[in-house]
């Protein structure tokens, strides 16, 4: 999804420039950085820009970024808060209630976020759900009028945000789209499992036997059973009664894939924590919370969900 391998230059030529322009209301810039010093470079500017502005500055970023961040900032780092990305973010479907709950406790306060959660080092679909995360990005915080966010790229990542920022009239159709897509192919080698409202314990015991064996903690397969028993759950009561579960390890993770021919709506589902008294939609949050990576994609007549809990 939207990667590529891209030049340096291509890169930094085609991301959106975060210090030339700020227009009322919701911004999302992105820059691409070769070396830390050219990382530097952006990132001061732009958060002593909103120091100087009086506004909240957030930086969410990986450890390594933040330090080198520091050291240039001083003595105006203590003004800044500083996340780790790697935890914040690390699913990056819990990166737009982590800023939502920012802008939700300083109402009134314009905010500035800086973001590089694409960070090197990633597994490839940790990458399709960053860059899924940030169109919808564009979709959640397009009302929000103080807030102002600019994600850091590094170019050895070979990612090109400009799609997924500012500027680009498609970015809906591009979620869109992303979202409508089934995930790659479920691979020969997986264990496979049917079922209805009958078997669920018998999947969930035979999942725990599975990841048991591949050596999840135990803390990691509990948060694992009760994810998967919400998303079994969800296929059961909306995805036509029954689904299909498959099992494997790649990638140093356990994967369960779990499909139904159930259709969702709403893009944001699992991002926006739904009302006590909703339909749905609590089963996909809570499982964002318990897995290290969670995927999401439903079209015409499938709904497939792919959970992945890290081998520790």
Not at 149 to 158: E, K, P, R
Not at 185 to 208: H, I, K, N, S
Request: proline share 4%; aromatic share 8%.
């Amino acid at each position: 999804m939207l990667r590529a391998d891209y030049s340096v230059q291509v890169l930094k030529d085609s991301a959106t420039d975060s210090l030339h322009g700020a227009p009322a209301g919701f911004k999302h810039d992105a820059f691409v950085h070769g070396t830390d010093e050219e990382f530097v470079l952006r990132a001061v500017a732009f958060v002593r820009e909103g120091l100087a502005a009086g506004e909240k500055v957030v930086a969410a970023l990986p450890p390594e970024r933040i330090a080198v961040l520091r050291d240039a900032l001083e003595p105006q780092s203590s003004e800044v808060t500083f996340v780790d990305m790697t935890v914040a973010g690390g699913n990056p479907a819990r990166l737009i209630p982590f800023w939502r709950a920012i802008l939700e406790k300083e109402p009134g306060r314009r905010v500035r976020g800086l973001s590089e959660a694409a960070y090197p080092g990633r597994s490839a679909p940790e990458y399709d759900e960053v860059l899924l995360h940030e169109a919808l990005s564009e979709i959640a915080f397009a009302a929000d009028r103080s807030f102002r966010l600019c994600c850091g790229y590094d170019a050895s990542v070979g990612i090109d945000p400009t799609a997924t920022h500012s500027g680009h009239s498609g970015t809906e159709a591009l979620a869109d789209k992303a979202f409508r897509t089934a995930l790659s192919d479920v691979p020969d080698r997986a264990e496979r499992w049917e079922f209805g409202p009958d078997e669920l314990g018998q999947v969930r015991q035979w999942v725990g036997g599975q990841a048991s064996s591949h050596g999840v903690s135990r803390d990691r397969l509990e948060d694992l059973a009760l994810a998967l028993h919400e998303i079994c759950t969800n296929s059961i009561r909306f995805g036509g009664g029954r689904g299909a579960l498959a099992v494997w390890i790649a990638d140093g993770a356990l994967i369960c894939d779990v499909t139904d021919r159930g259709r969702i709506e709403d893009l944001m589902v699992g991002r926006v924590l739904p009302p006590l008294d909703g339909l749905g939609g609590r089963g996909v949050w809570l499982a964002n919370q318990l897995c290290d990576l969670v995927q999401l994609r439903s079209g015409d007549d499938f709904t497939q969900v792919r959970l992945y809990t890290r081998l520790r």
